[in-house]
């Protein structure tokens, strides 16, 4: 019994499914780690895009800054040129000769004209710079609109997550109440259905042992009273000279020996409610039945009876099985749920074979009472 029980409180916690609370706990814990990781990748593709923004600005500033200096450079040899310039005016003045005079001056104008084109040159190089300067500030200026976009975004992102947080965690609280409030009230509609199954199988195992013991009672009275009737017919048998005159006396007597439920027909027995047996008659009488036809009957009234306790037996143990299961749900229920015990009753350990009187007890008395029947019957018969 005690491996059956232990066999059904597995089954019970196998078969009982998982607290709500818990559940809730790991589909609040799943979506917050399912933001937590969108808003990391998020996170991170911003980063990625606002050092690519920088490295490519420290590009261009590089990039600018080397084309400044080489700019300055050209801009201080044109400044030194005046200086050679002057020399070469003055060495010009110092010559006599026109032929001279004239190459000389053919040669200035030649590198005049190499140098207005050189000075052309420059001042393209230095509208295109402008405009890579222009350029430039326009892509700087629109990095840091981006950032500042992208930034903004951000926080806006930011601030969505956490307000759909907020209502997810705010839902998920209300309905974690709600599931505690309906498991409370599923827990208490089981108690008191299991105390009230409880409480109908007590009560049908103390009818049954009641209705037990009376049927006991009952046959135990009626064996002993159809004993003492074979008694009195042996006594009558013995001495048929005043056989007449003490069955009348015995009519007439207060005090005299009362029938058996079976001449009365007021038992409860099945198997007797068909059977008159008047034991007041003589053994020769037409109207008795023969001693191995009694024999007959009263073994298969012990035959009946013994079926009838045996299937009560049963029952009263299936019920008292049924009873100790129950008991047991209710107490796995409570001690679940921290609730007290003290108001179940505890297992009473009954004994299946030991119930107030004995079957085998009653048995044994029904087999030493016929056997008594039984050597009465053999004596008148002899």
């Not at 201080?76 to 002057?86: A, F, G, K, T, V």
């Not at 003055?90 to 001056?105: Q, S």
């Not at 393209?124 to 700087?140: A, P, S, T």
Request: charged share 30%.
């Amino acid at each position: 019994m005690d491996r059956d029980q232990t066999r059904m409180h597995t089954d019970t916690s196998e078969s009982l499914p998982p607290p709500p609370q818990q559940q809730n706990d790991l589909l609040t814990a799943q979506a917050l780690k399912d933001l937590q990781q969108n808003e990391q990748r998020f996170t991170e593709s911003l980063r990625e895009q606002l050092d690519k923004a920088r490295k490519d600005k420290a590009t261009l500033e590089a990039d600018l800054e080397s084309r400044a200096k080489a700019f300055q450079a050209t801009l201080d040899q044109l400044q030194s040129n005046p200086l050679s310039e002057n020399k070469s005016l003055e060495m010009l003045m110092g010559i006599d000769n026109l032929d001279e005079l004239r190459a000389e001056t053919k040669k200035l104008h030649e590198k005049y004209v190499a140098q207005e084109a050189r000075i052309k040159k420059l001042e393209f190089e230095l509208e295109m710079e402008q405009g890579h300067v222009n350029i430039l500030r326009h892509d700087n200026q629109m990095l840091r609109q981006m950032t500042v976009d992208m930034t903004a975004l951000a926080e806006q992102e930011e601030e969505y997550i956490s307000n759909k947080l907020l209502k997810r965690i705010s839902g998920l609280k209300k309905e974690k109440g709600e599931l505690l409030i309906q498991v409370e009230q599923e827990e208490e509609y089981l108690t008191n259905m299991l105390q009230k199954k409880l409480s109908q199988l007590q009560k049908e195992k103390v009818d049954l042992e009641n209705a037990l013991e009376q049927e006991q009672e009952y046959i135990v009275n009626k064996l002993q009273k159809q004993l003492d009737s074979l008694r009195l017919q042996q006594t009558l048998s013995q001495s048929p000279s005043r056989s007449s005159s003490f069955v009348m006396d015995t009519s007439t007597t207060p005090g005299s020996l009362p029938m058996s439920p079976a001449v009365t027909g007021a038992g409860t027995s099945p198997s007797l409610s068909a059977k008159k047996w008047m034991p007041t008659h003589s053994p020769g009488t037409s109207g008795d039945l023969p001693p191995t036809g009694l024999v007959e009957v009263l073994k298969a009234e012990v035959a009946t009876l013994k079926n009838k306790t045996i299937d009560m037996e049963k029952e009263f143990i299936n019920k008292y099985q049924q009873c100790n299961k129950y008991k047991s749900e209710l107490v796995h229920f409570r001690k679940e749920h921290n609730m007290t015990t003290d108001d179940i009753p505890a297992d009473e350990g009954y004994d299946y074979c030991n119930i107030h009187i004995r079957p085998a007890d009653i048995f044994t008395v029904y087999l030493s009472s016929f056997d008594q029947y039984h050597h009465l019957l053999e004596d008148m018969s002899e």
